[in-house]
Every structure is written in C-alpha cells, then in structure tokens.
C-alpha cells in the first residue's frame, strides 16, 4: 500500500515536470533543448537527494528519541526516498542504453 501511493506520488511528480517542459514557448524549446533538459534533470536529482536527506534526519530523530517523530512517519520518509532513487537509477539506466545505441550507430 505505502510503495503504491509513493509510486504514484513519484509518477504525478515527474507528469508535472513533463508538462512543465511541454507548456513553454516554441521559440524558447529550440534555443535552449540542452540546458533545459539538464535543469529538468538537476531539479529531479535534488528532490531525491531532499527526500533522503530528510528520511536520514527522520530516521536520526526516531533513533534519539524525539517524542514527535513516529515510526510509521519515519518508515514513510524512509519509502519515498527508496522509491524516488529508484525511479532515477530507472531514468539514468534508460539514459545510458540510449546513449549507448546511439554510439553503436553506423554513420
């Protein structure tokens, strides 16, 4: 049920930065594809390494007691950072083998 719900969390996440990337102007999508792309993908990693990180200090709180820190609260920081890091190692993965294709390309 908790790897549902951050499953989709994670899918809505990366629908509104594709439809983000999809709404901007066309004059503006052919100058600058690359670095767009990269800012898309920056954005990306810097929420997963926020979601982790905040999974670490909510694990790290639990662990010193801090009465306003649950378990269920810390096992669902815990989820999201697991799945969102997954998602990207997808991404990265299908990145590589699409660079690796095109590097194996006749010419």
Known sequence: MINDVNVETVLAQMRALTDAAQSRPAAESTATEGPEFSRLLKDSLDQVNELQSSSREL?????????????????????????????????????????QEIMNMQV
């Open 59 to 99: 694990k790290r709180a639990f662990e010193t007691g801090a009465e306003d820190v649950s378990l269920p609260e810390v096992m669902v920081a815990v989820q999201k950072a697991s799945v969102s890091f997954e998602a990207v190692t997808q991404v990265r993965n299908r990145l590589l083998s699409a660079y």
